[in-house]
């Protein structure tokens, strides 16, 4: 019996033995089961479960564990990717990159194939007259610079007349436009024409004073004031000349960079009656003015314009533009005066050169109606504003009078005392209807 036991005894303890073994696992990831058999400083010597023994340096060794045997006495190796599986692999990652190469190389032939198309579309090459009526507001500065140099002709002289009218600046106008507009591809010619005529009515009053004159009071001088009444008629003339271009052509929306030169003229004439009771002193006021202006500006614009094409039959253009200008203004007031007899003729006149910007803004809605006929309403403004250069003030009455002081106002109050008073403008506004007609080569 006692023989049976530590037979039962010792196959336990080989059975508990058999069930354990030791993992070397590599620094290549690769792991051996077995029993170490022997170890140095150098290497490890293990018997593997197939019952070969193999010899690990200790320089690849990553670790030694211990554990129980697993259920399978094979040889474990953790699973490693094949030369076969790795080729297949990158075939598969090239033919991948290839195909996105492919698909780039598509969507680039198909930008560039649409931008074709656009380019395509966006050819022109057409010659276009239009022609439009419609009314709006001008304004030229001559009017109240006329009356400021009054004022400061009153205030530094004995005697004088000062006017303060009561009418608006701006006088409201009929105007046409003709234009004529040629496309080239990416490049625009445009002419423009414009005139703008009106007519307007003078009130206000008119300060006289009269004295013994050499810029000193006497007993003899006395103010007095008379109603002003007149009318008058402007007219309002601008030609343009623009050439565009196309930076980034496209079908549907145009922008364009725009340079060209301008012109402007303004004329008046008005005829302008000043009445009033007779002074303590027996003066007659009363007197009749026939007064004609000028004015001419040349110079540059430069800005940018669109050109907005949807559903098919309607087109949205625009320009805002930057003016830059220059030119001289002339002044000449023709004044009978009834407190002579016979009556009095006096002649004075002013000449002065002036600088002038300011913006010009356009917008224009077109819908066709039959083939190449159009239709359009257009909306303008040009505010100009102007500053004093230089001039003189002309006084031919042949009165001869030599005063210093009368001559140094002549010359230098306008360009001193001008800006304080009045800061000068010139504007053109309007709305047009008209049609245009395209003739396409």
Known sequence: MKKIINLLFLVFLFANLSLRSETIQL???????????????????????????????????????????????????????????????????????????????????????????????????????????????????????????QVAGLLFSSGGQAELQSTPYKSKNQSVTGRLFYAWDRFTI?????????????????????????????????????????????????????????????????????????????????????????????????RVSFRDTSHSLKGYSIGIGFEWKFLERFTLQGQVLHLDMQGPSSFRSNEFRFNTFPVRYNQNGLDYQWKSTGTEVNVKFTTKVKGDLSLFVEASNMTLNNKLQSGYITDNDGSGNSDPSQLLLRVYGPQKLIPMFYDSKTILSYVQVGANYRFDF
């Not at 990158?90 to 492919?102: C, D, G, R, T, V």
């Not at 930076?247 to 301008?262: A, K, M, R």
Request: no cysteine; charged share 30%; glycine share 12%.
């Open 190 to 286: 445009e002419i423009r024409g414009t005139e703008a005529k009106g007519n307007l009515d003078v009130g206000g009053f008119q300060t006289l004073a009269f004295g013994s004159g050499g810029g000193s009071s006497s007993s003899t001088s006395e103010k007095t004031t008379n109603v002003l009444f007149g009318n008058g008629e402007t007219k309002f003339q601008k030609l343009s000349s623009r050439v565009g271009f196309s930076p980034y052509p496209h079908p549907v929306l145009d922008l364009q960079i725009l340079g060209g030169l301008e012109r402007i003229w303004t004329k008046s004439s008005h005829e302008v009656g000043s009445v009033g009771g007779i002074t303590s002193t027996g003066i007659d006021p009363n």
């Open 27 to 149: 620094k290549s990831g690769e792991k051996w089961e077995g029993t170490i058999l022997a170890q140095d400083k150098d290497s490890v010597t293990m018997k593997l479960t197939d019952g070969s023994t193999k010899v690990f340096p200790k320089s690849v060794v990553r670790k030694v564990s211990f554990g129980k045997k697993s259920e399978s006495s094979s040889l474990k190796i953790e699973p490693q990717i094949s030369e076969k599986e790795k080729k297949l692999k990158e075939e598969k990652e090239l033919a991948e990159k290839q195909k996105q190469e492919e698909e780039n190389r598509r969507a680039k032939e198909t930008k560039q194939k649409n931008r074709e198309e656009q380019l395509s579309n966006a050819k022109r090459h057409y010659l276009e007259g239009s022609f439009g009526v419609g009314s709006g507001e001008s304004q030229s500065e001559l009017r109240p610079f006329f009356q400021t140099i």
